[in-house]
Each structure stands twice: as C-alpha cells, then as structure tokens.
Nanobody, 120 residues
Framework: QVQLVESGGGLVQAGGSLRLSCAAS????????LGWYRQGPGKLRELVAD???????NYADSVKGRFTISRDNAKNTVSLQMNSLKPEDTAVYYC??????????????WGPGTQVTVSS
C-alpha cells in the first residue's frame, strides 16, 4: 500500500501565500501522477494541479498563474506553492498519487487532507 501525508495548511489573509507538501511512502515502484485536489464547503472535490513523473504540469484555470506544483522524484514528495490566495481558495486540500507498487499493482492513494482557510 501507499500512504500519503500532507502538511502546510493553515489560515492566511487574502493575498498571502502558503506552501503545501506531501510525502509518499510504502511499497512504491512508480508514482506516475502526483496531484492536489480540493473540496470547499458544499462543493465537489476538484483537481487543483497535477504533475507527471516527467515534470509535465496541469492546472485548474482558477489557479493558473498563482499556484505552482513541483515534485522531487528521489524523495517521493510533491509541493504546492500557493500565492495571491483568495477567499474562494478556502478548502480541504488533498494529495493524490497514482502509480504501481513493487508487485506492479496499480494504485491510487489519497492523503487525509489539510485545511486551507483564506480570510478576506
């Protein structure tokens, strides 16, 4: 199994910055995709950004130009630098990983989530 642990959430004023980090551990052969999703109050979970093992990134339109996703393949970590935060960015942010275990079994794992609150 693959476990994910997020860190870095918190309370920040609008216009401020936060950096989220996520570390993966377990019987990992590959992590093909690492990503961040979020779920705001009364909303469905949505993709914020993801990144392939080769470094190709994908962002939701609402965060383009403000958020930057990066990963360290050697450490099995992914980070999300969030700048110019807005109250509508308030949500629980979840780390997601997809790949294969050492037995070549496909997996998709989620972290427990970390709260990000942006005050106006």
């Amino acid at each position: 199994q693959v476990q994910l642990v997020e860190s870095g959430g918190g309370l920040v004023q609008a216009g401020g910055s936060l950096r989220l980090s996520c570390a993966a551990s377990g019987i990992i052969f590959s992590i093909d995709f690492l990503g961040w999703y979020r779920q705001g109050p009364g909303k469905l979970r949505e993709l914020v950004a993801d990144i392939t093992s080769g470094g190709i990134t994908n962002y939701a339109d609402s965060v383009k130009g403000r958020f930057t996703i990066s990963r360290d393949n050697a450490k099995n970590t992914v980070s999300l630098q969030m700048n110019s935060l807005k109250p509508e960015d308030t949500a629980v942010y979840y780390c997601n990983a997809e790949g294969r275990t050492i037995t070549r079994t496909a997996y998709r794992s989620w972290g427990p989530g970390t709260q990000v609150t942006v005050s106006s």
